[in-house]
């Protein structure tokens, strides 16, 4: 009995801090933001956007920093012409969220890359902050 006593609130708190609509509003705009910055290689607004601590894994493996996801942008190597979202879900828990989705990414016209994302941000005093990224391949 006193194992539930103390189970409960914890499951409590964890199922509303795990549902709260006005940071999944925050957080998908900064996903949007994010969005568009890498189509755009707006490198001004992801230097905003991610985390100092940043660590992005690539679908093929590939780990790069902020600096790395940075120079990316900024010299070209890394070409978005377009980036879709689909079935997205955020989870909050405190100053964190995790937002799992499905990635369409196209390089080109024809080289299109189809992925599940997971993205973990933060709260930070600069906003939502992407803090890492993993993407795993999808198969054809």
């Known amino acids: 009995m ?12 964890l199922v509303l801090a795990a549902n709260n609509p006005a940071a999944e509003k925050e957080i998908l705009a900064a996903m949007d933001a994010y969005k568009d910055a890498m189509i755009h290689n707006n490198a001004a607004v992801l230097e905003k956007l991610l985390h100092e601590d ?9 780990l790069e920093r902020k600096a790395d996801v940075l120079k990316a942008v900024t010299t070209g190597k890394n070409v978005i012409i377009r980036m879709e979202f689909s079935d997205s879900s955020v ?10 989705c499905r990635v369409d990414l196209w390089h080109s016209e024809t080289n299109i890359v189809h992925m599940n994302v997971l993205h973990a ?20």
């Open 54 to 62: 940043l660590t992005f894994v690539h679908s093929a493996g590939q």
């Open 121 to 140: 941000w933060v709260k930070t005093g600069a906003g939502w902050q992407l803090a890492a990224r993993q993407a795993t391949r999808l198969s054809q």
């Open 2 to 13: 006193k194992k539930l006593f103390w189970i409960l609130p914890i499951a409590v708190g």
């Open 91 to 100: 989870r909050t828990y405190g100053n964190t969220a995790l937002v799992r």
